[in-house]
């Protein structure tokens, strides 16, 4: 078994190198929930600077927003992003 065993003979260089593991997993948990945590912030925080124009309809499966503009028959008009949802 002394092939299999490679540089692992002693127990100690096999611990440390499970918890540099162990420790770099927890490093990048954190670092993940840090960043999750930071981003539903800003966007809370960005919401409130910048209220979106319109209403709000809620639907099977999630929330429209939508803009009721002009007169005449209706049509629908899907925006594909942040700049396109404020053109008149």
């Given at each position: 078994m002394k092939f299999a065993l490679?540089?692992?003979?002693?127990?100690?260089?096999?611990?440390?190198f499970l918890?540099?593991?162990?420790?770099?997993?927890a490093t990048v948990l954190?670092?993940?929930?840090?960043?999750?945590a930071f981003t539903a912030w800003n966007r809370k925080r960005?919401?409130?600077l910048v209220p979106p124009?319109?209403?709000f309809a809620d639907v099977k499966g999630g929330r429209l927003h939508y803009?009721?503009?002009?007169?005449?028959?209706?049509?629908?008009?899907?925006?594909g992003s942040c700049a396109t949802s404020r053109m008149p």
């Open positions: 490679g540089n692992w003979k002693d127990g100690g260089s096999m611990a440390r918890k540099t593991i162990v420790g770099s997993g954190a670092t993940t929930a840090g960043l999750a960005a919401e409130q124009e319109g209403q803009r009721a503009l002009g007169e005449g028959a209706p049509i629908t008009a899907l925006a």
